[in-house]
């Protein structure tokens, strides 16, 4: 995982049918970095995200993947650069959790080529990254959000990618498990060089754990860079149309929003009113 | 190695060996079946005449009356159930696995019942018997799966919308059926309901020939799309996110399933249930350790071999149609299969 691959995205549309969804776009993910996508709900954050990955074509514009059109490029391809966990893959039933991590070597097999010991080890290596060993032999049905969602996450690491893509990989689970699959992320970036892009919900989170926040509103994008400097009151007030304070997290150093709404008006309401 | 690494192997060692497990036993009960369907009978042959007669042709000791009832009764009907059973299997559980949908096999979702309207027209309209009904069965099955793909398509097709326009399209090809039988003279219903019911009463090579040769056709396809089908599993997004061929592997893999429905169809009629019951007793079995395209093949075939022989010798002299006793068999396993899924409030 030494060498970080380059994906850009350059004057892109994209669409459902007549509808488009996301309206020239230009973006470069920072190679080697965990870059955050936030924005409202239907921003067209998600979009971009399957836009990126090469699961959406786009209407107008493209997507390079180290200078080349990632849609020219063949599935398999792209596959073994970069992987994508969508926002619910789908579990066959009854399967236990070290088959599930293994579809994820999919695109390193062929017609002919087989299962291998490589293909082990990168099975366990993913298991032991998600710290989902000891879960191995277990259904995965039978397991509580956050393992599953760690076990998601081994089966993306298992394709071994430079470049990871996750579509909300937080949402539905609790707090602990929210931070839990976070610091696996952050591992994933500062221990093996991967390059992470992820689509998130929580502002406060996407703050305290992004290298490289992008903010999308309406299909656009609004502002990218650190989390200290695009995350103000006047970005937070244009992307969510709400008023807010931003506070120093305490943990973290980075900024936090708290938002003011219209039933408590204590002294940061009254500022910024 | 590391105990991880030493960890996963043997759990994915289990898993094989598990299928195997599973794949030994129902060959081996498949072989007791159609030993036994080529022992009983009417007519009663020893075991060593059995044997003498099926090595006839390599040894030449011929024996006219039993060879006769061994070689072209008894093993013909029972070849053409272990293929008829194993081709619905696979169309089942090709349908079953791709629209994630144990509701989804042809002989729900109206692919057999276009089968059943397009014989029933034959016989009715226009007067045909044997292989010119078999070959309208062919065509209805085909054009049947192609309209209800046509009309699920919105931008792709979800399982959702092909299970529903699929449970109407077989509502209207009965409605078809129906609206025959009311215009059609008593000896043709008698041919047409004897068809629909689905026998192998009268089997023989000449029906064996078409569907063999199908079938060699389709399960070398088959084997090499259903690797695909390890991403596919996963979701459209996820199987393409694995650098998996979406929909070139869904549309092949759809060909072969409405391709071995059709053929097995011609064969015998629309036999009730076997497609329908067969992956998900092969997926039981097999719990969670493969995807079970071949041990559902071979639980249809065994559904079939022992449907048929529980038709023939239940009642003493009389030979009710396979179909009556694979109806019987599925609509149990269908109520079962509703009572399990709303307890745990999903289809799936």
């Known amino acids: ?273 | 190695m590391s105990d991880a690494v030493l960890t996963v192997r043997h759990i994915r060692q289990n898993l094989a060996s598990r299928r195997r497990v599973v794949s030994l036993g129902l060959t081996l009960a498949l072989l007791v079946t159609f030993a036994l369907a080529l022992y009983l009978g009417d007519y009663a042959v020893p075991p060593s005449g059995v044997i003498q007669s099926l090595l006839s042709p390599l040894t030449g000791m011929a024996n006219k009356g039993v060879d006769f009832i061994v070689l072209n009764v008894r093993l013909p009907r029972a070849t053409l159930a272990v293929l008829t059973g194993a081709s619905f299997a696979l169309s089942g559980i090709i349908f079953q696995t791709l629209l994630r949908n144990p509701l989804a096999s042809p002989d729900i979702i109206g692919i057999s019942h276009g089968a059943s309207a397009a014989a029933v027209v034959c016989i009715v309209l226009f007067g045909m018997t044997g292989f010119g009904v078999s070959l309208g069965a062919l065509a209805g099955a085909v054009l049947t799966a192609l309209i209800i793909y046509v009309l699920s398509w919105r931008n792709g097709v979800t399982a959702y919308r092909v299970v529903l326009i699929g449970i109407g399209m077989a509502a209207i090809m009965m409605a078809v059926v129906s609206y025959l039988f009311t215009r059609a003279r008593l000896v043709e219903v008698q041919q047409a309901l004897a068809w629909l019911v689905g026998s192998l009463n009268a089997a023989n090579r000449a029906d064996i020939i078409p569907l063999a040769i199908a079938m060699l056709v389709l399960l070398p396809i088959t084997m090499a799309l259903s690797r695909v089908l390890d991403a596919l599993q996963l979701g459209d997004d996820t199987a393409s996110a694995l650098g998996a061929r979406v929909e070139t592997a869904r549309l092949g893999l759809m060909l072969a399933g409405v391709a071995y429905a059709a053929f097995a169809t011609a064969a015998v009629g629309p036999v009730a249930f076997v497609a329908f019951v067969s992956g998900p007793i092969a997926r039981n079995l097999l719990n969670g350790a493969g995807k079970g395209f071949v041990q559902a093949a071979l639980v249809g075939a065994l559904v079939m071999l022992g449907s048929d022989l529980v038709a023939q010798h239940v009642i003493p002299a009389v030979q009710l149609p396979v179909g009556v006793v694979t109806g019987l068999l599925g609509a149990a396993f269908l109520i079962w299969l509703l009572i399990v899924s709303n307890r745990a409030g999903r289809v799936n």
């Open chain 1, 1 to 273: 995982m030494t060498i970080n691959h380059q994906l850009l995205a350059a004057g892109m549309d994209l669409g459902y049918g007549e509808r488009k969804v996301v309206d020239d776009l230009n973006l470069t993910i920072p190679p080697g970095k965990l870059t955050v996508i936030v924005g409202a709900n239907a921003c067209g954050k998600s979009t971009v995200l399957r836009g990126l990955a090469r699961l959406l074509a786009p209407t107008r514009g493209a997507v390079y993947l180290d200078g080349k059109p990632i849609h020219q490029m063949s599935t398999k391809e792209v596959a073994t650069i970069l992987g994508v966990l969508p926002q619910s893959p789908i579990a066959p039933d009854a399967i236990v959790v070290s088959d599930l991590v293994g579809r994820g070597r999919y695109p390193h097999q062929g017609w002919f080529r087989r299962w291998t010991p490589e293909d082990d080890a990168a099975v366990a290596e993913a298991l032991r990254a998600t710290d989902t060993l000891e879960l191995a032999d277990r259904p995965v049905d039978e397991l509580s959000g956050g393992q599953r969602q760690r076990v998601w996450i081994a089966m993306a690491l298992a394709q071994q990618t430079d470049l990871l893509l996750l579509d909300e990989p937080t949402t539905f689970l609790d707090i602990n498990h929210q931070v839990e699959v976070l610091d696996l992320l952050t591992d994933l970036v500062k221990h093996s060089g991967r390059t992470v892009v992820v689509v998130l919900h929580d502002l406060n989170l996407a703050c305290r754990y992004a290298d490289h926040i992008v903010a999308m509103k309406a299909g656009k994008l609004v502002a990218q860079g650190r989390p200290a400097d695009v995350v103000t009151e006047a970005v937070v007030a244009d992307v969510f149309g709400m008023a807010s304070r931003i506070v120093i997290d305490p943990i973290s150093d980075t900024p936090m929003v708290v938002p003011i709404g219209r039933h408590h008006v204590g002294a940061g309401a009254k500022l910024s009113a």
